[in-house]
């Protein structure tokens, strides 16, 4: 079963000139799946990751999430959609920063509204365990060096179970330490939950270690 | 005019002092609305100042599946604590200048200023600086409503 697919996916930029960044992408992801993303700058391999995200709705072909056909749908849809299924890790955490790091996690789940706030509360404490940060909970996110930020932004991530967690370079601003904590999370993950990743990332040891490797040149898979 | 007198009513008699009325209305009208639409443009620019400085807060809210509409209402919900913390102050200062001004002896006919508590300028003046609020938020919260995050996320 396939968690995410794409088909003929093709993107033009048109400023400054027309140029073609994604030539006819066509992969799937499956379910359980650590997938890494490499390639050299400009070869297209973030632009991919925004679309598959759903977040940058102007490209042709089509995109499958879940088994549903995303490409078309209205940007609320999307929105909801991204809510429910798709969680998110970037290169620069992008916590709040005026919020405690359980508010952070919680964010989303509230946004979602499937359980009440107790509920939410305490699933974020059990995101924050899994991940090594209990004692942080209440702390702003503000105060909290830079790998545990991003590893409260995986917690935030994980929060609403989704289908599948999209990284842009997630340990692009980290040392080799918290590199490898990140990594060793995610592979928890995959390997414990089934929880399919899909990451762009630069590190090559760290592209290594998952389970398949899709490298992009020139807008393309090689 | 078989008699020589004439009839008029005190308005007519009094013409010049009653366009002196007239005049001051307006001139009160037209200083309270600047001073509204002033207050109005610094929550629209507080706000502006809001939705640039939280622009990448804006893309992860919208990146985790925060709508249009919920961005919109997250900055509106600023924009009118803002106008209300603003009535709410007014009101207050509004009662304790017209309990001072009830006081001061003006003299003549009149005696003391004439003012005096009246429910209906209390609420025109509620219901004016939400709706100036409502707009000068208005238009920010749509700005944010309608960032790109991937445009942020490039950088």
């Known amino acids: ?222 | 005019m078989l008699t020589g007198y004439k009839s008029e009513g005190w308005r007519e008699a009094n013409e010049t002092i009653m366009a002196a009325f007239r005049m001051r209305r307006i001139i009160i009208t037209l200083v309270s609305n600047t001073l509204l639409i002033v207050a109005g443009f610094g929550i629209y620019n507080i706000l502006n100042m809001t939705v640039s400085q939280k622009i990448n807060d804006i893309a992860i809210l919208k990146a985790m599946g925060f709508k249009g509409k919920d961005v919109i209402r997250i900055f509106l919900t600023q924009a009118l604590s803002i106008g209300v913390m603003g009535v709410i102050g007014g009101m207050i200062m509004a009662a304790v200048l017209v309990t001072l001004l009830k006081k001061v002896y003006i003299g003549g006919d009149i005696g003391f200023f004439p003012i005096d508590y009246e429910l209906t300028k209390f609420i025109q003046g509620t219901v004016v600086g939400m709706i100036i609020t409502f707009f000068a938020g208005y238009l920010p919260a749509r700005k944010a409503a309608q960032v790109d995050p991937v445009s942020i996320f490039r950088k």
């Open chain 1, 1 to 222: 079963m396939n968690i995410l697919e794409t088909r003929n996916i093709s993107k033009y930029f048109h400023d400054p000139v027309e140029f073609q960044v994604l030539k006819d992408i066509s992969f799937a992801v499956r379910k359980g799946e650590f997938l890494s993303m490499v390639g050299k700058s400009g070869s297209g391999k973030s632009t991919l990751l925004y679309i598959l995200s759903t977040m940058d709705t102007e490209y042709s072909g089509q995109l499958k999430v879940d088994g549903q056909t995303v490409t078309g749908q209205t940007n609320d849809q999307l929105a909801e959609m991204r809510n429910n299924k798709i969680g998110f890790v970037f290169q620069f955490h992008y916590l709040l920063p005026e919020f405690s790091c359980l508010k952070n996690i919680m964010l989303p789940a509230l946004k979602l509204g499937k359980y009440t706030a107790q509920e939410i509360e305490s699933r974020a404490y059990d995101k924050l365990k899994l991940l090594g940060l209990e004692d942080q909970a209440l702390k702003p996110a503000s105060k909290l060096s830079g790998g545990q930020q991003q590893r409260v932004a995986i917690a935030r991530a994980l929060i609403n179970d989704p289908h599948i967690i999209m990284c842009d370079e997630p340990t692009g601003n980290l040392d080799s330490k918290n590199t490898a904590i990140v990594f060793d999370t995610f592979k928890d993950l995959t390997r414990s939950f089934g929880q399919p990743i899909i990451a762009v990332t630069h590190d090559e040891e760290f592209a290594r270690n998952s389970d398949r490797i899709i490298e992009m040149r020139d807008g393309e898979i090689v």
